[in-house]
């Protein structure tokens, strides 16, 4: 299916300014119903609305990170998707204005930061790589807590960048793998992916899944494969 994304592209950008100027967690959908009225979206702040049967969905998270943003520290972002009814997202926008950073990507269309290309890392042995793990009490109530030890046993380097932040710089290669924690939303996993995949990465769950309506995400450079 040929998709042409570059007016959405575009539409998410001129999203992602707005919140970037007001950076409020009041960032409404109001702004937007006009310029969606034949689309459905999806977001944090405001449920689902707009045309239910249409084929594509926008689903907004006006700040990911909300208690970073609450507590000062710049480590937040708004983010944006284009889901379609049956391929999944295909197009993402993450914004982090407090550090300047913007990153996007289209299935088969590219991943960037800045303007400029992105791609995952090279790094295919696990003892070689950079992780970056958000761990909370229910990866251990799942069942995943021997996996999470041994996971970081086995890398070179552990961090926990947290948030958006750390799929993105798996995305642009500084990172190699990163580790969300059990819990989040769709609203939290769908951008992410499209820059994920077209900078030659995965995205997962825990069953292993590309699946935005998932509760958590994996992301690697597709190379490291011991996990």
Known sequence: MALDLAADLDFAHSLADAAD????PHFTARSFTVSL????????E????????????????PIDG????????????????LVHRDLGPVAGVVSAPAIQTRWWGVIEGGAYCNGHPIHVSDISDLSEASLSITENAAWREAGYGDW????????????GYGDFWQHMLVA????DIAVDAIGLE?????????????????IVDRSGETNWRGDTAITTNGLVTQL
């Not at 992410?192 to 995965?202: C, E, S």
């Open 21 to 24: 100027a007001f950076t409020l």
């Open 37 to 44: 009225k034949s689309n459905q979206w999806y977001g944090e």
């Open 46 to 61: 405001h449920g689902t609305g707009g045309d239910m049967d249409a084929e594509w969905t926008w689903v907004i998270d």
């Open 66 to 81: 909300t208690s970073n943003f609450v507590r000062g520290v710049p480590v937040w972002a708004t983010l944006i998707a």
């Open 148 to 159: 999470i030890k041994n996971l970081k046993r086995s890398v070179k380097r552990v961090r």
């Open 172 to 175: 642009q290669g500084a990172v």
């Open 186 to 202: 769709p609203y939290d996993i769908a951008a992410l992916i499209p820059v994920v995949h077209a900078a030659g990465g995965r």
